[in-house]
Nanobody, 125 residues
Framework: VELAESGGGLVQAGGSLTLSCAAS????????MGWYRQVLGRQRELVAA???????SYVDSAKGRFTISRDNAKGTLYLQMNNLKPEDTAVYYC????????????????????WGKGTLVTVSS
């Protein structure tokens, strides 16, 4: 499975961005998908995750501001980010089927793990 993120950029605090992740397969065939972010020098953090059926999980800092969704027919995963804060600045990665994504959704890991190359989101104050 190949994943390609897009939609990152520079936005002012309080603004919005929508990230997209195009998959090389129909995303309905992928058990679970997630958006992670990483700041230089820090561990990659799971921000939001979603099952094939649409059940979601969010890190506390994203609740109420971010929405993860997937278009199973188009093969695309989305992350709508509203009310962005400077601390949201990071490289955002799309993931399919990592053990962390599965565990966040209460699912059994299927042994797979796929990542995109990331897209940079910069939020200015």
């Amino acid at each position: 499975v190949e994943l390609a993120e897009s939609g990152g950029g520079l936005v002012q605090a309080g603004g919005s961005l929508t990230l997209s992740c195009a998959a090389s397969v129909v995303v309905g065939a992928i058990n679970c998908m997630g958006w992670y972010r990483q700041v230089l020098g820090r561990q990659r953090e799971l921000v939001a995750a979603i099952t094939a059926g649409g059940r979601t999980s969010y890190v506390d800092s994203a609740k109420g501001r971010f929405t993860i969704s997937r278009d199973n027919a188009k093969g695309t995963l989305y992350l709508q980010m509203n009310n962005l804060k400077p601390e949201d600045t990071a490289v955002y990665y799309c993931n399919a089927d990592s053990v962390t994504t599965a565990q966040a959704l209460g699912m059994m890991w299927n042994g797979m793990d796929y990542w995109g190359k990331g897209t940079l989101v910069t939020v200015s104050s």
